[in-house]
T-cell receptor, first 112, second 115 residues
Framework: AQKVTQAQTEISVVEKEDVTLDCVYE???????LFWYKQPPSGELVFLIR??????QNEISGRYSWNFQKSTSSFNFTITASQVVDSAVYFC?????????FGSGTQLTVLP | GAGVSQSPSNKVTEKGKDVELRCDPI?????LYWYRQSLGQGLEFLIY????????KSGLPSDRFSAERTGGSVSTLTIQRTQQEDSAVYLC?????????????FGSGTQLSVL
């Protein structure tokens, strides 16, 4: 069974601040995938990034960066210089061969 | 279509009535998923279809819930004798290569309200 824990229920930051969203996962699969999805107020989930279990290379994409550490089962997500448009619910997701397991989400509010 | 289409976008029903929710996945996507999102919660897996294989129904909360996928494309989620606790957003997603970490493409969901 898989489990994803996002301990931060809500985070508020002021525009241009950096913010890190935490994610801890549990899995018995040897091969698995980790994702971050964003759900803006419109409701439609948007894919942000995918990592697989055998690639711990961290990634930076524009203002977004991800830190995957198997030793601590963490897959944290950082937004640099946050913007109001970043306000959304962010879901960390773990997936094996079939279904995906979603964390409960972190509501990020970026204030102007 | 260009994306995953769900209808209706909103459905209000009375307790005890049956409802049908429709999902039209992206053309060519062999995998189709139904998830449920209650207010302020994460997504709860309901059911998964992959090609002609038997669906994974392990997430369906009760026998009042059923789903079918006709012709490997459109899917219908049916909830019989709706209860107030069924109120939620029902999300459909599709993907090309399940089990290989392919990302899911989500529809905008159906907001179900059971009065």
């Amino acid at each position: 069974a898989q489990k994803v824990t996002q301990a931060q229920t809500e985070i508020s930051v002021v525009e241009k601040e950096d913010v890190t969203l935490d994610c801890v996962y549990e899995t018995r699969d040897t091969t698995y995938y980790l994702f971050w999805y964003k759900q803006p107020p419109s409701g439609e989930l948007v894919f942000l990034i995918r990592r697989n279990s055998f690639d711990e290379q961290n990634e930076i994409s524009g203002r977004y960066s991800w830190n995957f550490q198997k030793s601590t089962s963490s897959f944290n997500f950082t937004i640099t210089a946050s913007q109001v448009v970043d306000s959304a619910v962010y879901f960390c997701v773990s997936g094996g061969a079939r279904q995906l397991t979603f964390g409960s989400g972190t509501q990020l509010t970026v204030l102007p | 279509g260009a994306g995953v289409s769900q209808s209706p976008s909103n459905k209000v029903t009375e307790k005890g009535k049956d409802v049908e929710l429709r999902c039209d996945p992206i053309s060519g996507h062999t995998a189709l998923y139904w998830y449920r999102q209650s207010l302020g919660q994460g997504l709860e897996f309901l059911i998964y279809f992959q090609g002609n294989s038997a669906p994974d129904k392990s997430g369906l909360p009760s026998d009042r819930f059923s789903a079918e996928r006709t012709g490997g494309s459109v899917s219908t989620l049916t909830i019989q004798r709706t209860q107030q606790e069924d109120s939620a957003v029902y999300l459909c997603a599709s993907s090309t290569r399940p089990g290989r970490g392919e990302k899911l493409f989500f529809g905008s969901g159906t907001q179900l309200s059971v009065l």
